[in-house]
């Protein structure tokens, strides 16, 4: 049983065309003149029980628009999800009851009110009973560190203290899947380690399926055991990390230095590209794809003695700057 | 799994955007205070518009005061329960509206508790105009007791015909966001127009406040009948049904507008 199935998503944003002047929002209003855009074209794909997935892409690609279609917020134009077995657009009550949200944007909790008065609020609404909350409550102040502020109101909260206020919140009814747009957006080192430490946990020891939407490729790298990258409302790969890094064939670079004189051959592989000469220290790209590090560095070695050699793989930011 | 009634939901809602509320103590005695003040101005206006012009149109002073305090009465009510639909544009321009979908309860069960307020001066103002309005047609015997529980239910009728008309009026909102212009005619001119008996207006004007925009039925219909005793009793009932029938509409309006709802770019 898949925990998020997808199904050929297609999201068409209609907004009028504003007009200018006086009674500018009355004329727009029985003007049929509409600009439409495509934010998702056509997405499918299968979430499995306890998956970790990234979802990632530039602005304005259509992330925010599919989760938030995933999470019947929006209607699909066309297309259907599920959620679970469950239909977020037909059952919303149901299946929202269900799941855990988190927005980077934007708390789910009281503006004006101490932290754990939000808690109580959540736990009446998703109907948790009391003992429950207590102890889930216990569980996360201790995994993410609440009790500091427990008593403050939201609005004083530093972000990083609101953004695991949130997550806490999230979760206190102990859904199975949980749904996070942009979790670390403005946060420091710190706080950022903080909530990948407590999304870990929730993954691998409470076998939790999430769903995270990032800028942050150490958030991807460091989470999630698969990817998938959106680009003009399309899925445009869907997959490891490794094998993401593998369909891009990155070029790997090697800096070797010589000891001693060296002679470059006049014929060079083609899988092996010199992009710098500096007195003894030669570098090169090389395609990993086409060759192994042992043969490269063995024919390297036949153009001279060889004192010390350093490598580079390609990050995980330039292997996304790739695909999208 | 524990399950919560919708009315405990709502009661604790209420409970905790009054306690929200209550943070920001300076502000929300200065408000009281303003809301209070300019109720007793919009009163003295319309003290001194009666004063001066009697009777309009056979309609006389009282029973004119009768329909302005109806329509308060039946405003404040709506306002009270229901003030966060007149503000729906907020949620709509900044996406607010998210949160409130992803709890697994009614939407409009949400977005209602927020911001609750007791408007009192706004009480005050109606059940005085209200109460003066009464004694008065009671002691000229112009009617009976029976028109103080009739006057009740009238409130309350009003106030869910008042409630479809800003529900319908928000809900297209999920096609043009905007709002505001629209309202100030559906609801604000609507309102005003139907504090002064409507035999005031063209027929085209008295038409579309019966039909399009019923307001009519807030005051003027029932008013008709209760002190004028035009028709019969049926009239309050066909008051009642327009309201019943006017709020299952827009409920379902509501319903298609949701799923029409853009939010906003992440």
Same mark, same amino acid.
């Given at each position: 049983?898949?925990?998020? #199935? ?37 997405? =499918? ?20 628009? %599919? ?146 939407? #990032? ?44 000891? $001693? ?5 006049? %014929?060079?592989? #083609? ?54 | 799994?524990?399950?919560? =009634? ?133 002691? =000229? ?34 096609? #043009? ?8 005619? %559906? ?44 028709? $019969? ?34």
């Amino acid at each position: 049983m898949n925990m998020i #199935t997808a199904r050929h998503l297609q999201k068409e944003f209609k907004t009028p065309v504003i007009r200018e002047g006086r009674f500018s929002g009355l004329r727009t209003l029985f003007s049929r003149e509409t600009v439409s855009k495509e934010a998702v074209r056509d997405i =499918s794909f299968d979430i499995g029980p306890g998956e970790f997935v990234g979802y990632i892409g530039p602005n304005g690609a259509g992330k925010s628009t %599919t989760i938030k279609m995933l999470t019947g917020i929006l209607h699909p134009t066309s297309g259907e999800v599920r959620l679970d077995g469950m239909n977020p657009h037909q059952d919303r009550r149901r299946t929202v009851g269900r799941l855990g949200v988190v927005f980077g944007q934007r708390s789910q909790l009281w503006w004006d009110l101490p932290v754990k008065d939000s808690y109580d609020i959540l736990a009446e609404m998703y109907g948790v009973r009391t003992e429950d909350k207590k102890k889930r409550l216990s569980q996360f102040a201790e995994l993410l560190d609440l009790e500091s502020f427990w008593a403050t109101p939201v609005r004083k909260l530093s972000l990083g203290q609101r953004m695991r206020a949130d997550l806490a919140a999230s979760m206190l009814h102990d859904p199975e899947l949980l749904f996070l747009d942009e979790p670390t957006i403005g946060l420091d080192v710190n706080a950022k380690r903080n909530i990948r430490q407590f999304l870990r946990t929730l993954n691998e020891e409470f076998g939790k399926t999430i769903l995270l939407t #990032t800028h942050d490729m150490d958030d991807i790298e460091q989470l999630c055991s698969r990817v998938m990258v959106i680009n003009h409302g399309q899925l445009t790969y869907d997959g490891s990390i490794p094998s993401l890094r593998d369909t891009i064939g990155l070029p790997t670079l090697i800096r070797v230095t010589y000891r $001693g004189s060296y002679l470059m051959p006049d %014929t060079i592989p #083609t899988a092996i590209q010199i992009t710098g000469v500096e007195g003894q220290i030669v570098t090169v790209e090389v395609n990993r794809k086409e060759w192994s590090t042992m043969d490269i560095l063995k024919q390297l070695e036949q153009w001279g003695e060889i004192e010390d050699v350093e490598m580079k793989e390609p990050d995980f930011e330039d292997i996304i700057h790739r695909v999208y | 799994m524990k399950r919560t =009634s919708w009315f405990h939901l709502y009661k604790m809602l209420i409970r905790t955007s009054i306690r929200s509320r209550m943070q920001y103590k300076f502000n929300f005695i200065m408000a009281s205070v303003l809301a209070a003040l300019i109720q007793i101005s919009e009163f003295l206006m319309v003290a001194l518009v009666l004063h001066r012009f009697g009777a309009i149109k056979g309609w006389s002073l009282h029973e004119i005061g009768y329909l302005f305090a109806i329509m308060t009465l039946s405003k404040t009510l709506y306002r009270t329960f229901g003030n966060e639909v007149h503000h729906l544009e907020k949620y709509l321009v900044n996406g607010e509206l998210d949160q409130l979908l992803t709890r697994p309860m009614p939407v409009l069960l949400a977005l209602l508790p927020q911001n609750f307020r007791i408007m009192a001066g706004e009480v005050l103002q109606g059940g005085f105009i209200l109460c003066w309005s009464l004694a008065g047609m009671m002691y =000229s015997g112009q009617i009976g007791w029976i028109a103080i529980p009739f006057s009740l239910l009238i409130i309350l009728t009003g106030a869910v015909i008042l409630f479809s008309i800003g529900l319908a009026t928000a809900t297209l909102g999920f096609w #043009t966001t905007r709002i505001e212009e629209l309202q100030t005619i %559906t609801e604000d001119a609507a309102r005003t127009a139907a504090q002064y008996p409507l035999t005031l207006y063209p027929k085209w004007m008295s038409g579309i406040l019966l039909t399009v925009i019923p307001v009519g039925f807030v005051n003027y219909i029932p008013s008709l009948y209760l002190l004028r005793g035009e028709g $019969g009793a049926w009239v309050l009932v066909a008051v009642a049904a327009v309201a019943v029938l006017s709020l299952a509409a827009s409920l379902r309006f509501w319903q298609f507008g949701l799923t029409k709802y853009q939010s906003t770019g992440s």
